[in-house]
């Protein structure tokens, strides 16, 4: 079936601007979690949803970040006034619940010029 | 804090040879660990996980062991193929505590 859709794969924005990085889980995965990943380095956990509880926010790096989920379903990370460090690779995946695997999409690489 | 740390971050082995790669944890609550794959431009796939009252787990060509005595993961991968280069993560998590913890990981390049 299909994967966990990210979209765009690419995003090259000014510093200062505005950015918006969508998910699309496996259908019937109740977990949503997005993570960031810099160049070479490992993830970074951002934010978790699971169904309709209210979402772990503990590893949003600044109140610039801020991410929902709709229907319990598809998800937005938006990332307001655009830093140069903000430049990474931003990771979506779901699981059907927790202690299950994660399945990861492709990403957003994101850049800030 | 708590952290997950690989003992070493790059590898190269070769084609058909066996593979070991060796991930260290800290925090003794975790109870749920994984290991992922990643090739470059991808996201990271599901390998094998193993809980914590288990100490050995095998998949196909990939054997993960759990020593919690030492707070200690490894990865063993059989008959290397080319295809198995890419970055290897851990990841580690707890009950209540949903998100996990990946390590930096560990670049493994099989030579024809």
């Known amino acids: 079936g299909a994967g966990v859709s990210q979209s765009p794969s690419n995003k090259v924005t000014e510093k200062g601007k505005d950015v918006e990085l969508r998910c699309d889980p496996i259908?019937?995965?109740?977990?949503l979690y997005w993570y960031r990943q810099s160049l070479g380095q490992g993830l970074e956990f951002l934010i978790y949803?699971?169904?309709?509880?209210?979402?772990?926010k503990s590893g949003l790096p600044s109140d610039r970040f801020s991410a929902e989920r709709t229907g319990g379903s598809v998800s937005t990370l938006t990332i307001q006034r655009t830093q140069q460090e903000d430049s990474a690779v931003y990771l979506c995946a779901s699981s059907l619940r927790w202690n299950s695997p994660l399945h990861f999409g492709n990403g957003t690489r994101l850049t800030v010029t | 804090g708590e952290s997950v740390g690989l003992h070493l971050p790059t590898l190269s082995v070769q084609e058909g040879d066996n593979s070991i790669i060796n991930c260290a944890y800290s925090n003794s609550a975790s109870d749920y660990f994984i290991w992922y794959k990643q090739e470059s431009g991808k996201g990271p796939q599901f390998i094998i996980d193993?809980?914590?009252?288990?100490d050995k787990r095998q998949g196909q060509r990939v054997t993960v062991l759990l020593n919690k005595t030492v707070k200690h993961l490894s990865l063993q991968i059989a008959a290397t193929q080319p295809g198995d280069s890419a970055v290897y993560f851990c990841a580690e998590g707890s009950f209540g505590n949903e998100k996990l913890t990946f390590g930096t990981g560990t670049r493994l390049t099989i030579i024809p």
């Open positions: 259908s019937g995965h109740t977990a």
């Open positions: 949803f699971q169904g309709n509880s209210a979402p772990d």
């Open positions: 193993i809980r914590s009252n288990m």
